[in-house]
């Protein structure tokens, strides 16, 4: 079970589920992560807190060597988080939506080089269309980048004191 758990943290796309249940009061829990550790039962701000993080795919996921990262301390933090966050993504988005790609090899082996981090490199690489030829579909980069802007704003919604 621990090495399941453990590579399960280790290798986030494979998705391997474990049910977990409360030894209190058998519902089921939520895969925090390795690095999770529970406050007090009667800690009812931390654990609405820990709700919140949950709620926006904040975990304590990690290899073990340095941790989760950064956690927000509370939904202040979160939602700076996320704003911040969002920003970047937008800032990814605005670049698809103006960048012009090259058309022959050679010209985009250059592009490539001098653009990669700030291009390529903000993708996953399953959203290139060849990667060994090195092509990136422009459509397809945007649509990413939309919905992950889409996604940090249902998570805002989904915090948000006026629901």
Same mark, same amino acid.
């Given at each position: ?17 474990? #049910?977990?249940? %409360?030894?209190? %009061?058998?519902?089921?829990?939520? *895969?925090? !992560? ?19 993080? $949950? ?7 990690? %290899?073990? %060597?340095? !941790?989760? !990262? ?5 939904? @202040? ?5 996320? #704003? ?15 960048? #012009?790609?090259? #058309?022959?090899?050679? @010209? ?12 390529? !490199? ?24 939309? *919905? ?6 249902? $998570? ?8």
């Amino acid at each position: 079970m621990f090495r399941r758990r453990l590579l399960r943290d280790i290798n986030h796309s494979k998705k391997e589920s474990v #049910e977990a249940k %409360c030894p209190q %009061c058998e519902g089921l829990m939520a *895969d925090m !992560g390795l690095d999770f550790k529970a406050p007090r039962t009667d800690d009812i701000k931390e654990w609405s807190h820990l709700k919140d993080l $949950h709620s926006v795919g904040i975990t304590f996921h990690s %290899c073990g %060597c340095s !941790g989760p !990262g950064y956690i927000p301390k509370n939904k @202040e933090q979160i939602l700076s988080q996320l #704003e911040n966050t969002k920003r970047n993504y937008i800032e990814h988005f605005r670049l698809w939506n103006t960048i #012009e790609l090259p #058309e022959t090899k050679a @010209e985009f082996e250059v592009f490539y080089q001098r653009n990669f981090q700030k291009v390529a !490199g903000s993708l996953p690489q399953n959203l290139y269309k060849d990667y060994k030829k090195r092509k990136l579909d422009k459509n397809t980069a945007i649509k990413y980048w939309t *919905d992950k802007i889409g996604e940090i704003d249902r $998570h805002l919604e989904s915090l948000s004191p006026f629901k």
